[in-house]
């Protein structure tokens, strides 16, 4: 084999070693981030179904306190006789 082709492939080995290198390590940065992504994830979805539910409550109570303000205010009008208010 000429010397010049046995150097050119010595060098291609090398670099596809190299690059195998680079892979490597780009999965293993993936791999993590990945992890990452999902554990934060959770937490997110964790804090997102904790904050409907507080949203849920709230409403209900809001819906309990208008039904009472819209008993108050039929009180209010017996109890006034339908007179007119003056200005």
């Known amino acids: 084999m000429d010397d ?20 490597k390590s780009a999965n293993s940065h993936i791999v993590r981030l990945e992890d990452e992504f999902h554990y934060k994830f959770g937490i997110l979805s964790d804090e997102v179904s904790l904050e409907r539910k507080d949203i849920t409550a709230i409403k209900e109570k809001l819906e309990v306190i208008e039904k009472k303000i819209d008993k108050h205010d039929i009180k209010i009008q017996v109890i006034e006789g339908g007179k007119k208010k003056t200005i």
Do not use: G, N, R
């Open 4 to 23: 010049k082709v046995f150097e050119l492939l010595e060098k291609v080995f090398i670099e596809l070693q190299d690059t195998k290198k680079e892979v």
